[in-house]
């Protein structure tokens, strides 16, 4: 079964600019979250989403917003780039399960897109 | 909100047994997950505790008190390919579902 993917990998972009980044999760995997990390915060998250929807949101700027596909891919978009958003973008996938939205399923890691912004 | 504190650095030689500590403080607390991320590499999974107790996998182990909000990563036999950082992560019932909150991570070093 193939991994996470992730587009791009690299990307260097201008302050003021937007950004979209890609994810496609593992096969039969529905949920979908997002993650910033960089050295002094670590691994924040963004947000998860689910059948297309957001199911939970962490606690990131309105800049930063996402949406998910029917078959599960998904992507996150940043408007108006600033240098502190230079960070390395992970989206991670599971199986999950519906309802409750409880989920004890393994995050899977995708390689992650390195975001500069100069 | 959760917080997570773990040790930034630890450093030991080949062949010990090295163990990495997490303290959190959270409401709605559902299980404590580990995961092991190399230089330029993206996290993987090691472990998970939803209940108290010791979950063992291979040279891996990871123990959970929840009435103490604290758990840990036992790496037993240790080898040069385990130099990675470390991290916990909780995972917690939110208003608008649950989450994974990572914590800051700990770089483990090991030496010949």
């Known amino acids: 079964k193939a991994g996470v993917t992730q587009t791009p990998r690299y990307l260097i972009k201008t302050r003021g600019q937007q950004v979209t980044l890609s994810c496609s999760p593992i096969s039969g995997h529905r949920s979908v979250s997002w993650y910033q990390q960089t050295p002094g915060q670590g691994l924040q998250f963004l947000f998860e989403?689910?059948?297309?929807?957001?199911?939970n949101k962490g606690n990131f700027p309105g800049r930063f917003s996402g949406r998910q596909f029917s078959n599960s891919r998904s992507e996150m978009n940043v408007s108006t780039l600033e240098l502190g958003d230079s960070a390395l973008y992970l989206c991670?996938?599971?199986?999950?399960?519906?309802?409750?939205?409880?989920?004890?399923?393994?995050?899977?890691f995708g390689p992650g897109t390195r975001l500069t912004v100069l | 909100g959760q917080s997570l504190e773990q040790p930034s650095e630890v450093t030991a030689v080949e062949g010990a047994i090295v163990q990495i500590n997490c303290t959190y403080q959270?409401?709605?607390?559902?299980?404590l997950s580990w995961y092991q991320q190399h230089d330029g590499g993206a996290p993987t999974f090691l472990s998970y505790?939803?209940?108290?107790g010791l979950e063992e996998t291979g040279r891996f182990s990871s123990f959970l008190s929840r009435s103490d909000s604290y758990g840990y990563l036992l790496l037993q036999e240790l080898q040069m390919k385990d130099s990675a950082s470390y991290f916990c992560?909780?995972?917690?019932?939110?208003?608008?579902?649950?989450?994974?909150?990572f914590g800051t991570g700990t770089q483990l070093k090991v030496e010949l």
């Open positions: 959270t409401s709605g607390f559902y299980g």
């Open positions: 505790n939803g209940l108290d």
């Open positions: 992560a909780v995972r917690a019932i939110t208003g608008g579902g649950n989450k994974l909150t």
């Open positions: 991670a996938s599971s199986l999950a399960s519906k309802g409750a939205g409880l989920s004890t399923d393994t995050q899977y």
């Open positions: 989403y689910f059948s297309e929807t957001q199911r």
